[in-house]
């Protein structure tokens, strides 16, 4: 989604050698700076945890329903596996990753964090200081988040449904 500030600020649409849009690699740094500069390394953390365990309910429920809901894309697409299969996988999955987001939102965050891979930036993280209470942390900071994420895809797709852009697939997914 950040790489539709380009469209925003014509201007300032420039990609790097790789690819990648130039303005929206230095506001992902100046945030990643913010937060380690404001002390929010273990909130970030914890945070992202309860995040990805979102993500992975949604990416999940989606597959699960591809060949219902979007039978055209299904069908272009280049990995097929049978619609019961897809639905299996995606019930299996939305089943994982909510008990991931339960175990997230009711538990301690410093044994959260424990679980993830990153010890590094955890043995400089003021863990102890997280509330251990994930009603009074986490979860008002993770419906904000989510709320903001989905006003800011809502606001996007009507700009580029006003200005009429058209952003193209990703041609890797689908059959030629």
Do not use: H, K
Request: proline share 7%; glycine share 8%; hydrophobic share 55%.
């Amino acid at each position: 989604m950040l790489a539709g500030l380009d469209e925003l600020l014509p201007s300032l649409a420039r990609r790097n050698r790789f690819g990648a849009p130039d303005l929206s690699l230095g506001l992902v740094g100046v945030a990643a700076g913010g937060v380690v500069l404001a002390d929010g390394l273990a909130y970030a953390l914890y945070l992202s945890v309860a995040g990805l365990a979102v993500q992975y309910v949604g990416v999940a429920a989606t597959a699960a329903a591809l060949p219902v809901v979007r039978p055209a894309l299904y069908e272009r697409c280049r990995v097929r596996p049978r619609p019961a299969v897809l639905a299996l996988v995606g019930v299996v999955g939305v089943v994982v990753a909510g008990a991931l987001l339960r175990q997230t939102l009711t538990v301690d965050p410093g044994f959260v964090l424990r679980w993830t891979r990153w010890s590094p930036a955890l043995s400089s993280a003021p863990i102890d200081r997280l509330p251990s209470d994930p009603a009074r942390s986490v979860l008002p900071a993770l419906l904000v988040w989510e709320t903001l994420g989905v006003a800011a895809f809502a606001v996007a797709a009507d700009y580029r449904e006003a200005a009429g852009v058209d952003l193209p697939a990703i041609a890797a997914a689908y059959e030629e």
